[in-house]
């Protein structure tokens, strides 16, 4: 019985399955890796170039946001999505350096890719690699500079460090000035700074230089009534989570009326109810109105004739954003509205900001919710200045959080590299060479720097490094004349925070990729998983069957 079987092939994975194991796998994947990396590669640090990604619905965006772009490419690998994973990751945390955590990332493997062919294994990379990024955190924290938010200087340099390159260089120092001044305002007691307390508006008309930071807040939406006044100067502000509309009735109520008088007065008695909600809003002394949800017409005459400035229908974050900024509270029932609950705004004003009518809520006593218009030629302008505005801001964040800098310029990824060399010597064996690999990866931000700026790689790399042997820890490049220079005394500065992830999470998606040593994919198909549906049945045999009844 057994002879007769003895030949057949056993199927454990379904047809049309596919699977890449060994080397092959690694091969693969490392491929794949390398190429998003290279994707992104040049757009790294001031001189980079943007990318035009085009989407299947022809919309256009042109960044070099690395995550931006990452996100937009429609991307199949699986080990590939991994880096558009590091990227996200690094966006979530830091909101910059996205592209240098992809690129080193990639770098690690090609790296490790060398090992592989000399026979090392896997495990004994990851050990290396892993070894590698603890060191590289103790010599990056050796290599902080402290930083406070009153030094107003070193964060507008760290804004500017993170908007060079991002299309926004015309007026990067205005810009910078506004999310030092936006990060500022909204710092809380404890030192933490939401950068979602940052309204950024964009609007497409002006310049960039147009662009202007509002003490408070900026409602997309203009007023209700054309009688209403234009402009309230030392508003009184109602935050009102609540309809001024009549309440239908929950249950369903008939009411009968059989003259006209009493049709008469049930209308006048409507009219009675909103005229009573809109005099009670106006007892509390408000002349401003903010309402979340709906407002009756006939309300609205009446809100107008108070000469109250009315605003509806707007989004709850906005409402939370303008109790903050205020400092009212939103109510959530008229009737229990009072005096102490209504904020206050030095001017609340409607604007024409390129054809579109805005509410402005300004000079706010403490604000702790400020808004940014940006303006711009395009609206690939706009949205790009968006981008950079938000990594800005994000960065800022973070250093006032953190209170450490690094200086950038590819100083910090060199100093890496020399320290974690002379590591290495210690270590010994075989991971000595994974962490000497390491090394060589981290020195791939300053020539990927260089050859953006239309330098030699090699004769800035050699540059940079005589001069961190000698002790110069914050030499980086200077991308204008190719020369090494003190980036602390250039300006050139980012948080710490930005350099720790980077490299921790390029490192554990390296090691991840590098331990995959198996690619199993599996086809989804017809009836019984395969494709055509032919039974399930390996070798097609539920079609040959067919032959034997003709």
Not at 158 to 177: C, F, H, N, P, Y
């Amino acid at each position: 019985m057994s002879g007769q079987f003895s030949g057949t092939p056993i199927y454990i994975l379904r047809e049309g399955s596919q699977r890449t194991a060994g080397r092959d796998a690694q091969r693969s994947n490392i491929m794949a890796a390398k190429a998003v990396a290279g994707a992104v590669r040049t757009t790294l640090g001031p001189k980079g170039m943007d990318k035009m990604l085009v989407d299947t619905m022809g919309d256009v965006v042109i960044t070099n946001d690395g995550v931006t772009i990452l996100k937009e490419m429609d991307i199949e690998h699986p080990a590939a999505k991994m880096m558009v994973e590091i990227a996200k990751t690094q966006d979530q945390e830091v909101g910059d350096g996205t592209t240098t955590a992809v690129v080193l990332a990639g770098e690690l493997l090609k790296q490790a890719e060398e090992l592989l062919e000399q026979e090392i294994h896997p495990t004994v990379i990851a050990a290396g690699y892993r070894a590698a990024a603890d060191k590289s955190m103790e010599i990056l924290k050796g290599l902080a500079v402290s930083v406070s938010a009153k030094d107003e200087d070193l964060l507008r340099k760290i804004a500017v460090t993170a908007m060079t390159g991002k299309g926004s260089q015309s007026a990067r120092d205005e810009l910078a000035a506004m999310a030092v001044r936006a990060v500022r305002a909204v710092v809380d007691e404890d030192g933490t700074v939401d950068t979602d307390n940052i309204t950024v508006e964009k609007k497409v008309g002006g310049g960039i230089t147009d662009s202007m930071m509002v003490n408070g807040v900026v409602i997309d939406k203009d007023r209700l009534h054309p009688n209403m006044p234009k402009s309230v100067a030392d508003a009184r502000i109602a935050l009102l989570n609540a309809a001024v509309e009549i309440e239908k009735t929950e249950v369903d109520a008939k009411i009968q009326i059989t003259s006209p008088d009493q049709l008469q007065a049930f209308l006048d008695q409507e009219e009675n109810m909103l005229k009573g909600m809109v005099d009670r809003i106006a007892a509390t002394g408000a002349n401003v109105l903010f309402v979340q949800k709906g407002i009756d017409d006939l309300a609205q005459h009446f809100l107008a004739k108070a000469g109250i400035y009315t605003v509806r229908r707007i989004k709850k974050s906005d409402m939370e954003k303008l109790a903050r900024a205020t400092g009212g509270r939103v109510v959530t029932s008229i009737h229990e509205i009072s005096k102490e609950d209504l904020g206050k705004a030095g001017l609340v004003e409607e604007r024409k900001v390129s054809d579109e009518k805005m509410t402005f809520v300004e000079d706010c006593e403490n604000p702790k919710s400020v808004s940014i218009i940006l303006r711009g030629g395009t609206e690939h302008v706009v949205d790009e200045l968006d981008r950079a505005m938000e990594d800005a801001l994000r960065v800022v964040g973070v250093a006032v959080q953190d209170k450490l800098l690094v200086a950038g310029g590819g100083a910090p990824e060199v100093e890496l590299a020399l320290r974690l060399r002379a590591y290495a010597s210690t270590v010994g064996g075989r991971e000595q060479l994974a962490i000497e690999a390491f090394a060589n990866a981290m020195e791939v931000i300053p020539k990927t720097l260089a050859e953006n700026a239309g330098l030699d790689q090699i004769d800035s790399l050699v540059a940079l490094r005589s001069q961190h042997e000698k002790g110069m820890k914050t030499a980086g490049l200077d991308m204008d004349t190719g020369k090494p220079v003190d980036m602390l005394k250039l300006g050139v500065v980012e948080p710490l925070r930005v350099k720790t992830q980077a490299i921790n999470s390029a490192a554990e998606a390296a090691i991840m990729i590098l331990r995959i040593d198996d690619v199993i994919a599996s086809k989804s198909g017809g009836p019984g998983g395969m494709p055509g549906g032919a039974g399930g049945m390996p070798g097609g045999m539920g079609g040959m069957g067919g032959e034997d009844f003709e």
